[in-house]
């Protein structure tokens, strides 16, 4: 029996002997041997977080360890052994910001903070119907929708909230648009986008514009219709997602960037193409859409590749040996920093594990993983 195998076989048995709470008993993590180590590289793994189905309280966290080809999953609760429900309801986005680990939970209402490098607690920051998070200048930012989750065409204006790394407590709060999304900082001001999406048909179009110095919203820029993800390249541009009406008006792709003359990002580019999420590697950009459509009650997928330079469709699919077709429902996507494996998670059926899969950068797969469930955000540890 290999060490690794040994590790496998009785750590789970020893946590569970030893490892209780008052009312529950915990669950141990679970590990799987993948075997694409990387000892010298410069990333040390990587997290994932699930989200969980809405109202399951089944967020939970994965994380791959690149020094030991370990994949290890739902490890948060053997590592807080008395943190009462975990980590709560909806994982909606997760990063790290020096030693700090944050994962935004979103129908929870908070946003945990742990260590990096051991995923042990280190508190938590109470944010209403939190959704993604940002690190600039000492300082983390969340979007929030503010009120609670709820379709309601009455719905409030969203913000976005400062909290202090250091003492975690929150600094500065600014309203902006109606149930802001993703945000990025280019030359000190924040870009969000505002979805509007508790509103519906009567949906946000704009992207807020943050003066960072003194944090105030001073502009709101028509974009499109549903916005969610905003996404900045290595040239500063920014990616904006419109999900559409989910009827008549389809999912678009635009492009922001400064132009000659002008002090604030303005649109350049409509991209005739319907996009879901996206991550970047070096001149390229990777994204899959997973476009709903009322009428059809069907989604329609797609993969595809895009020249940040010229903006231009360069391919129609980035998986080039037809695993594709093992993805049912793709949600999430990442590109390692260093090899540009690309990472695309698949929700399957909402309830139940997903799957994570690894391609290599020519579109090739190379390993994939069971996760928990609904695997949707990956943030990247350095050694």
């Known amino acids: 029996m290999t060490f690794k195998q040994f590790f496998l076989y009785f750590l789970p048995l020893l946590m569970v002997a030893t490892s209780c709470r008052e009312d529950e008993l915990v669950v141990p993590t679970e590990y799987d041997i993948i075997g694409d180590e990387r000892p010298g590289s410069d990333i040390r ?27 290890s999953r739902n490890f948060y609760a053997e590592k807080n052994p008395n943190v ?36 042990v607690r280190l508190g938590q920051i ?37 909290i202090d790394t250091l003492s975690l407590a929150v600094t500065r709060k600014v309203s902006v648009g109606y149930q802001p999304e993703e945000m990025e900082i280019v030359d000190d001001y924040m870009y969000v986008a505002n979805s509007g999406g508790y509103r ?87 994204f899959y859409a997973t476009e709903w459509n009322n009428y059809t009650a069907s989604n329609t997928i797609t993969y595809g590749v895009i020249d940040v330079r010229t903006k231009e469709v360069i391919s129609d699919n980035f998986i080039k040996d037809g695993t594709e077709k093992d993805i049912t429902i793709p949600y999430g996507i990442a590109v390692h920093p260093e090899t540009g494996d690309i990472f695309v998670t698949d929700a399957k059926n909402y309830v139940s594990s997903g799957t994570l899969y690894c391609f290599s950068s020519d579109g090739y797969k190379k390993w994939s993983v069971r996760t928990g469930d609904i695997p949707a955000h990956i943030t990247f540890l350095s050694k």
């Open 84 to 119: 009462i429900k975990e980590l709560g309801d909806v994982g909606n986005d997760i990063g790290i910001y020096g030693s700090k680990l944050y994962v935004v939970v979103n129908c929870s209402h908070k946003v945990e903070v742990m260590d990096s490098r051991s995923g």
């Open 200 to 286: 519906a048909p009567n949906y946000d179009n704009t992207v807020s514009v943050i003066q960072m110095v003194d944090f105030k919203q001073v502009q709101q820029i028509p974009v499109g219709i549903n916005l969610h993800r905003l996404k900045k390249d290595k040239y500063n541009k920014l990616w904006v997602t419109s999900r559409g009406d989910y009827q008549d008006r389809p999912s678009r792709l635009y492009v922001m960037q400064k132009k000659p003359g002008y002090n604030q990002m303005i649109v350049t580019d409509t991209i005739p193409v319907a996009c879901s999420n996206m991550a970047f590697y070096e001149d390229k950009m990777y």
């Open 45 to 71: 793994g990587f997290y994932l977080v699930n989200e969980g189905n809405m109202g399951s309280n089944k967020c939970t966290l994965d994380f791959y360890d690149y020094y030991t080809g370990l994949y």
């Open 126 to 162: 109470d944010i209403p119907n939190c959704r993604y998070v940002r690190f600039h200048r000492g300082k983390a930012y969340i979007s929030s929708y503010v009120g609670p989750v709820l379709i309601d065409p009455n719905a409030p204006k969203g913000a976005v909230y400062e």
